[in-house]
C-alpha cells in the first residue's frame, strides 16, 4: 500500500495497525533492497506520453515525449501533427 502512494495514517486506518508498526515494517523492508540500479544501464522498459492539443483551428498539434524508466531525464521530445513520418522521428 505504501509503494502505490497510500500515507501511513490511511494505511493504518484501513488495516486497523499502528502506523508506528507500519513505519518500521517499511523501513526493515527498505534495509532489504538493494542500494540503487545501475545508472549507465539502459532500461528495457520506458514510457511514452503523448498529448492532442488545439490551438485556434481544429489542427491537431502532437507531443509525444518519452523517458526512461527509473529516471526523469527525457531522452526524446517530438512536436508535430499525428502523421507517420512525425511517429517514426
Known amino acids: 500500500m505504501y509503494v502505490n502512494g497510500m500515507g501511513f495514517l490511511a494505511i493504518e486506518r484501513i488495516t486497523g495497525v499502528s502506523r508506528t508498526t507500519i513505519m518500521d515494517g517499511v523501513k526493515l523492508v527498505g534495509t532489504l ?13 520506458g514510457e511514452l506520453e503523448q498529448l ?7 489542427n491537431k498539434i ?12 527525457y531522452f526524446r521530445l517530438v512536436v ?10
Open 52 to 58: 492532442e492539443t488545439f490551438v485556434g483551428k481544429k
Open 80 to 89: 508535430g501533427d499525428h502523421s507517420a513520418e512525425t511517429f517514426m522521428v
Open 62 to 73: 502532437w507531443h509525444r515525449s518519452c523517458c526512461r524508466q527509473f529516471s526523469s531525464r
Open 33 to 45: 533492497l538493494p542500494d540503487a540500479y545501475e545508472a549507465e544501464t539502459i532500461p528495457e522498459v
